[in-house]
């Protein structure tokens, strides 16, 4: 079965490149009066596909386990951090992004606002596209990050990326001990904040480099002294 539609069109050349790759796939046929002709069939099986790659695709709820090497050579263990009590935040990056690149300040707060990964929370940045160590390090250094960044190839980021099929960056997600994962886009949740991240339960402490002086809450024992 085939229904038409009309178009404006009033030259052909207002197809663009996009435009042609639809009409080839659903096989449409193109009057010199503007009207197109549709293979409903085709349509329905395009349509289903997508609706497929959309399932394939929802965001996990449950951590994998998974190691990746940051640019300074130290390798983070999702697990070992969860089993230990710790939640593990995750910015997924793309190396030129301008998004990627000014969303840095904030990531810098929230990992010097929990205590530089040495505590309750662990920051990490992850590229996941084809981003070596040069290109990590390179956007290290230009955005003046200073949380742990693993590179999609020497870093194994790419596997991490492919796991929970981020598709737009920047991206973040929150894992708690439990390995339940909580999205960025979650109404009940802020990741963009401190004050979001201490809602869901992590307690606030100081770098070490800054005790005593510290702006903290939670168990004043888990914080280091000076001797």
Known sequence: QV????????????FNSKTFILI?????????????FINMKK???????????YVSFAQPTEAEDFTVKDVDGVEHNLFTYLDAGKYVYIEFL????????????TINEIYSGFGCNEFELVVLGIFGDEENNQVATAFRNQTEAVFPICSAVEGLGA????????????????IKPDRSVIWENDPAADLGSIQGIQDIGVNRNACSADWPIADFSGDPLLLPVNT
């Open 159 to 174: 596997p991490v990326r492919d796991y929970y099929g981020v598709e737009e960056f920047p991206t973040c997600i929150l």
């Open 94 to 105: 793309l190396g030129g992004w301008p998004s990627c690149r000014s969303s840095v300040p």
């Open 24 to 36: 080839n796939l659903l096989s449409l046929k193109i009057t010199n009066n503007g009207k197109i």
């Open 43 to 53: 349509l329905f099986c395009l349509l289903s596909l997508f609706a497929m790659s």
């Open 3 to 14: 229904f038409y539609m009309e178009i404006k069109l009033l030259e052909k050349k207002k």
